[in-house]
């Protein structure tokens, strides 16, 4: 089964400030998974979108990649309060999954240990396997796993930790190849992201960003992973 594509509108993990515009653009598209960062627009900004996102029947996802307990609980009160269906990204804070217990916004931290910005995620695959079957019995909803973002051998990592949890897995950040894509597929992870690639036309070098999404869409559809 293919994995779900998310496209997040966003270059190098800030939200465009284009990005309501280019929505309507692009909501007739079939894909069905859209998102954003937390940084890049105004909380207003964010709200008229991801509203927008929401009429149009999209599933929507607020990743939010600032680090600290108190910059994580404000993304996590922002996508309550603006009717996100998925909180993606912040480091784990027991405080931070408790509020969000019985919320509407399904809660995917990162596993492992994350820092800096653009994000890297390092550590041993054991180590970052163990935080997520950690993360799994918190009774986290699924995982934000910054593959290829990561110091070591992100492949075998990616494997392992989809094959340690039984929660969705979503590999975040630096996907801009098909090669790549197969790797996600074959990993069998629920889904991964991608932005920086569509803008930076990785996968249709003549291409506008709608023209890279759909050939990323119509890969998935051929059933080659």
């Not at 309507?24 to 859209?34: F, I, S, T, Y």
């Not at 105004?42 to 999209?58: D, F, H, N, T």
């Amino acid at each position: 089964m293919a994995p779900e594509l998310i496209v997040m509108l966003t270059y190098n993990d800030r939200t465009v400030e284009n990005a309501l515009e280019l929505f309507e653009e692009l909501r007739d598209l079939p894909v069905q998974h859209w998102g954003f960062k937390d940084v890049g627009l105004s909380a207003e900004s964010m709200g008229k979108l991801v509203r927008r996102m929401r009429e149009c029947g999209k599933t929507t996802y607020l990743e939010v990649v600032s680090l600290s307990e108190p910059e994580g609980m404000a993304g996590a009160r922002l996508a309550v309060e603006l009717g996100f269906d998925v909180l993606m990204g912040t480091v784990f804070f027991d405080s931070i999954n408790d509020y969000l217990r019985g919320k509407s916004p399904r809660y995917y931290p990162f596993p492992g240990h994350v820092h800096s910005h653009p994000s890297i995620l390092d550590g041993t695959v054991e180590e970052i396997v163990t935080h997520a079957r950690f993360l799994a019995s918190k009774k986290v909803d699924g995982l934000d796993l910054l593959t290829y973002r990561y110091t070591g051998n992100a492949k075998d990592l990616l494997g392992q930790v989809v094959h340690s949890v039984d929660i969705p897995v979503v590999s975040a950040g630096s996907i801009a190849s098909f090669d790549r894509i197969c790797e996600v597929w074959r990993s069998r992870a629920w889904g991964f992201t991608i932005g920086t690639a569509f803008f930076e036309r990785c996968f249709v070098a003549d291409g506008t960003f709608g023209d890279n999404v759909m050939a990323v869409w119509d890969f998935l559809q051929s059933g080659q992973d």
